[in-house]
């Protein structure tokens, strides 16, 4: 088994686990949503970047189906999209979500530079870390809006008022 095979491996392990146990009973269906939502996003993304040529995936699941990593797209992305949306400081200053985003987008971004440093799964061809961080920070945050927008009801009525 190589390398790159063992990595996707342990990525599924920490997925299922962490949706798992640390997603809140509770927060099951909003979890699916935030999951669901980057999925189109990181999706198309990926599969733009491929076809115009910045990004490169050697090592992939499905090779006859498509040139993205399914892994790390479908899964990998989209959790730690919905521990940043489920865990997001609503009430705190903006001091306090600004670093929220930057830890998250940072994480994001760690993974994909240690990745592509020491395997063969990814290859950004002309993309930096940077283009990577922006990425995960600006998305992180329209899957949060929406997530806001779509839950807005049961919000307002989870906090107490009646209709």
């Given at each position: 088994?190589?390398?790159?095979?063992?990595?996707?491996?342990?990525?599924?392990?920490?997925?299922?686990?962490?949706?798992?146990?640390?997603?809140?009973?509770n927060?099951?269906?909003?979890?699916?949503?935030?999951?669901?939502?980057?999925?189109?996003?990181?999706?198309?993304?990926?599969?733009?970047?491929?076809?115009?040529?910045?990004?490169?995936?050697?090592v992939?699941?499905?090779?006859?189906?498509?040139?993205?990593?399914?892994?790390?797209?479908y899964?990998l992305?989209?959790?730690?999209?919905?521990?940043?949306?489920?865990?997001?400081?609503?009430?705190?200053?903006?001091?306090?979500?600004?670093v929220?985003?930057?830890?998250?987008?940072?994480?994001?971004?760690?993974?994909?530079?240690?990745?592509?440093?020491?395997t063969?799964?990814?290859?950004?061809?002309?993309?930096?870390?940077?283009?990577?961080?922006?990425?995960?920070?600006?998305?992180?945050?329209?899957?949060?809006?929406y997530?806001?927008?779509?839950?807005r009801?049961?919000?307002?009525?989870?906090?107490?008022?009646?209709?």
């Amino acid at each position: 088994m190589t390398i790159e095979r063992m990595v996707i491996g342990v990525v599924w392990i920490v997925i299922v686990c962490s949706l798992k146990w640390l997603v809140p009973k509770n927060k099951r269906r909003e979890a699916a949503l935030i999951l669901f939502a980057d999925q189109v996003f990181t999706w198309s993304i990926s599969l733009i970047l491929v076809e115009i040529g910045w990004n490169e995936n050697p090592v992939r699941e499905f090779v006859k189906a498509g040139s993205t990593n399914f892994s790390f797209n479908y899964g990998l992305y989209p959790t730690i999209c919905v521990f940043y949306c489920l865990y997001y400081p609503e009430q705190g200053s903006w001091v306090r979500k600004f670093v929220h985003s930057l830890v998250f987008a940072g994480i994001y971004t760690l993974f994909i530079v240690l990745v592509s440093t020491y395997t063969e799964l990814i290859h950004p061809l002309h993309m930096r870390w940077y283009f990577h961080f922006t990425m995960a920070f600006l998305l992180f945050y329209v899957v949060y809006r929406y997530y806001r927008w779509f839950f807005r009801g049961r919000m307002i009525l989870s906090a107490g008022e009646h209709p």
